[in-house]
């Protein structure tokens, strides 16, 4: 299973970017979806999720500015980033819930390769 994220850059503040994520490979099912970002000297933190359903949540610090949103039979994913601030820099990581075959029990994390989005002030 391969994740492939896009649409990362430099943007001013107040600016918008939308990110995409395609996964793809050998896939059965594919569970909830999610956007990750770590910022220079940080840890990994989640700032948005979407089920299967379409159900969201997300992180205080993006509410109100980030969507996600995904296309099921893409198997991809979305994060529309609106009014992007300097703190909002940071390498920007998919990722997907997925069940590899009918014989598997179980969904299993695949993470993408990351993309980096820089906000300048």
């Known amino acids: 299973v391969h994740l492939v994220e896009s649409g990362g850059g430099l943007v001013q503040a107040g600016g918008s970017l939308r990110l995409s994520c395609a996964a793809s490979g050998s896939i059965f099912s594919v569970g909830i979806m999610g956007w990750y970002r770590r910022a220079p000297g940080e840890q990994r933190e989640p700032i948005a999720v979407i089920s299967s359903g379409g159900t969201t949540n997300y992180a205080d610090a993006v509410k109100g500015r980030f969507t996600i949103s995904r296309d099921n039979a893409k198997n991809t994913t979305y994060l529309q980033m609106n009014n992007l601030k300097p703190e909002d820099t940071a390498v920007y990581y998919c990722?997907?819930?997925?069940?590899?075959?009918?014989?598997?029990?179980?969904?299993?994390?695949?993470w993408g390769q990351g993309t980096q989005v820089t906000v300048s002030s």
């Open positions: 990722s997907a819930a997925v069940i590899t075959s009918a014989a598997m029990g179980s969904y299993e994390p695949h």
